[in-house]
């Protein structure tokens, strides 16, 4: 697709020195081999490693755009990496929106969670589905709670210090799951609340957790993920809120050896929803997928801030969002984050975003960021692409015959389920096809 | 019977440098029955041909008719066209993600007949078409073309011009990246709609070696956007031993 940066491996054997240069269009490391120089060059790349700026190298095609990064003034961070992480709020000022991380983000339209005290109820919290996981309500001063995840923005610290009892969900040691784990979570009120959940995936374990929101909020939310060594945790979190739902959620993962961790996101509903999940490699030979769905609609805002941080040899992870946006102000933002750390060799990662806008108005933001900081790696490319519609998809299903509004409503269903397919939960990805239907058939597509 | 006939085609791109002549005045008529082959070298406008009769907005018709049955092809939509019975198996079918092979065919066999084909006799026609076609049952599961090799791409081309059961099928160099094996089951998949004696057949390629297989009525060499020579099926033995040069030769002077 359009717009993509690539990094290919390259047979650099070992102890051969990185070479570092500015002189490659595309940011690159090392050519096809058959040339006796097998140095690796990265643009924008220097000894000590810098963030390359994300693509500014793509081309326009089919239709698609390459992605903006925005004009509002940003205060910038020197590396995704040493972004603040503290339990204490005075930590982190109050925020402006000018602020890298929150520049997307409507303020005015987070009622409060910024600033007000997040004394309502929490939403309701049911768990079912499997009979041999742990679930238990506990205070505040268990001693799990925050030893895998440490807030990294004011929100999510702020929930910290005013959540009451957090949900405890425990995937027991070489246990598989004899089920999927349906965390509802039910809004009923609109006072700014906090909320905390922790998924502990213990060693060998197996499982799905599904985190299902509905009804109406003002959410400030932790979600803790534990991933043992070894263990295989799908954890999907889907946004089928009311319409005036306000929802900022942390999800932090940390990711063990040899590990298989899967995050998927759907959001659907909602006024503002914002989601930041993150995978932290914890330990080699791990593997991370992470998706998401969102489609919006007129005057939505629909924002997901990724982090997948490859701090240890050796791992692998895959990134691939997708969003649809219909309506006047419908917005909707991915930023996606990929550390690749000076230890992290034989990284091999790739990450994607792709939006389809349905009509005119919309508005989606799409910023991938890439840093490296060794160039010992397996791969390393993300690719972004912003467009109305695929022409070519478009000519071949109307070369058979397919009328223009049916084939597009056949390619937005595609491009959409492509995501749903992964959740391997035959209920709910029914569920949420119907769900995008119904979106669908609101806009008159 | 049907005809469609082109008369007089001229046909140009908009690209970045200005607008690119590509058809210089193309004359053509096929009728029901028959099977053409375009031969040209590479640029010499023959894909543009095929994709100018199917209606990709790329192409832009300065002047020039093309008619089904008396029908003006060029007034109708790209969907329009594909249900008066036009077919366009191309060179590059597009991968569609998301969408699978079996709610892709009945979609479109839904469109081109105007109603849901019979669900049983549906089914047992697609098994049977690709089994033909030695294309594995679980393609019909898989999205379209997503992941098939160039060859199975072809194939899948083909099943789809034999389910559909078009008035005019046009090949886009179907035979192109194809192995001996391939091209042999993709030709008799052609012959076998074709002999149902309902179906015209432009034949669209670069080499001769498909002819061998698929038996052309008339052959028509194209160069430089335009019919250079036509004849019977001895021309293409004849460009077989001499290939083009004789004709970019002329252009050039």
């Given at each position: 697709?359009?717009?993509?940066?690539?990094?290919?491996?390259?047979?650099?054997?070992e102890g051969e020195r990185t070479e570092l240069g500015r002189s490659a269009d595309k940011a690159r490391i090392g050519a096809p081999s058959g040339t006796v120089d097998t140095r690796a060059v990265i643009d924008g790349f220097t000894e000590e490693g810098e963030s390359l700026p994300g693509g500014d190298d793509g081309v326009e095609q089919l239709g698609f755009k390459k992605h903006s990064h925005g004009n509002a003034p940003v205060i910038p961070e020197a590396s995704r990496g040493e972004r603040r992480r503290s339990f204490d709020l005075a930590d982190f000022p109050a925020l402006t929106g000018l602020e890298e991380d929150w520049r997307f983000t409507p303020l005015k339209r987070l009622r409060g969670l910024h600033t007000d005290a997040l004394t309502g109820a929490a939403p309701a919290v049911a768990?079912?589905?499997?009979?041999?996981?742990?679930?238990?309500?506990?205070?505040?001063?268990?001693?799990?709670?925050?030893?895998?995840?440490?807030?990294?923005?004011?929100?999510?610290?702020?929930?910290?210090?005013?959540?009451?009892?957090?949900?405890?969900?425990?995937?027991?040691?070489?246990?598989?799951?004899?089920?999927?784990?349906?965390?509802?979570?039910?809004?009923?009120?609109?006072?700014?609340?906090?909320q905390h959940v922790l998924i502990r995936a213990e060693a060998f374990s197996k499982a799905v957790v599904v985190l299902d929101h509905t009804g109406s909020?003002?959410?400030?939310?932790?979600?803790?993920?534990?991933?043992?060594?070894?263990?295989?945790?799908?954890?999907?979190?889907?946004?089928?809120?009311?319409?005036?739902?306000?929802?900022?959620?942390?999800?932090?993962?940390?990711?063990?050896?040899?590990?298989?961790?899967?995050?998927?996101?759907?959001?659907?509903?909602?006024?503002?929803?914002?989601?930041?999940?993150?995978?932290?490699?914890?330990?080699?030979g791990a593997e991370v997928e992470m998706y998401g769905l969102y489609f919006a609609d007129a005057g939505q805002h629909l924002e997901q801030r990724l982090l997948v941080d490859h701090a240890v040899p050796n791992c692998k992870s895959r990134v691939t969002y997708k969003g649809a946006l219909q309506g006047q102000d419908a917005h909707t933002v991915w930023v996606g984050d990929v550390l690749i750390r000076k230890a992290a060799e034989g990284t091999d990662t790739y990450e994607t975003n792709r939006n389809l806008i349905l009509t005119d108005g919309a508005r989606s933001d799409s910023v991938p960021n890439l840093e490296i900081e060794t160039g010992l790696i397996e791969g390393a490319g993300h690719a972004s692409a912003t467009g109305r519609f695929d022409d070519e998809h478009l000519f071949y299903l109307m070369a058979r015959g397919i009328p223009e509004k049916a084939a597009r409503r056949l390619v937005v269903r595609g491009f959409l389920t492509e995501v749903i397919q992964q959740i391997k939960v035959p209920a709910l990805e029914e569920r949420l096809s119907e769900s995008v239907e119904r979106e669908l058939a609101a806009g008159n597509l | 019977m049907s005809t469609l006939e082109i008369k007089d085609l001229h046909v140009s791109i908009d690209t970045e440098q200005g607008n690119v002549p590509i058809l210089n005045g193309v004359t053509l008529t096929i009728n029901t029955g028959e099977t053409h082959a375009i031969m040209g070298p590479n640029g010499s406008g023959k894909s543009t041909l095929a994709s100018t009769i199917a209606g990709h907005p790329r192409y832009k018709v300065d002047s020039g008719t093309i008619t089904l049955d008396g029908e003006d092809v060029l007034s109708m939509s790209v969907d329009e066209r594909a249900r008066a019975g036009l077919f366009l198996a191309m060179q590059y079918p597009v991968e569609v993600p998301g969408v699978t092979m079996t709610n892709f065919l009945r979609t479109a066999k839904t469109a081109l007949d105007g109603e849901a084909p019979s669900l049983r006799h549906w089914t047992k026609d697609v098994k049977t078409a690709m089994a033909q076609l030695r294309i594995d049952a679980d393609f019909a599961q898989r999205n379209v073309n997503e992941g098939f090799s160039g060859g199975e791409k072809k194939r899948v081309e083909i099943l789809q011009l034999e389910l559909f059961r078009p008035k005019f099928a046009i090949l886009d160099e179907t035979d192109?990246?194809?192995?001996?094996?391939?091209?042999?089951?993709?030709?008799?998949?052609?012959?076998?709609?074709?002999?149902?004696?309902?179906?015209?057949?432009?034949?669209?390629?670069?080499?001769?070696?498909?002819?061998?297989?698929?038996?052309?009525?008339?052959?028509?060499?194209?160069?430089a956007g335009r019919i250079a020579e036509q004849g019977g099926p001895e021309l293409a033995d004849r460009l077989e031993d001499e290939g083009y040069d004789r004709f970019t030769a002329q252009v050039e002077a």
């Open positions: 697709m359009a717009d993509t940066t690539q990094i290919s491996p390259d047979t650099t054997s768990v079912t589905g499997a009979g041999n996981v742990t679930v238990e309500t506990v205070s505040r001063d268990d001693a799990r709670l925050g030893s895998t995840a440490t807030p990294e923005d004011r929100v999510s610290a702020a929930a910290w210090n005013s959540f009451t009892e957090a949900t405890v969900i425990t995937i027991p040691r070489e246990t598989v799951a004899d089920g999927e784990v349906m965390v509802g979570v039910t809004g009923t009120s609109p006072a700014a609340a906090a909020v003002t959410l400030a939310q932790n979600v803790e993920i534990m991933v043992g060594d070894g263990a295989e945790l799908t954890v999907v979190s889907v946004q089928e809120w009311d319409d005036d739902a306000v929802h900022v959620s942390s999800q932090q993962a940390k990711v063990g050896r040899d590990a298989r961790y899967k995050h998927v996101v759907v959001s659907l509903g909602g006024d503002l929803v914002r989601l930041t999940p993150s995978s932290i490699f914890t330990a080699p | 192109s990246g194809l192995d001996v094996d391939a091209l042999k089951v993709v030709s008799e998949g052609v012959n076998r709609e074709h002999a149902k004696g309902e179906m015209g057949t432009l034949l669209i390629t670069h080499y001769t070696r498909i002819l061998r297989y698929i038996k052309p009525d008339f052959v028509h060499v194209f160069v």
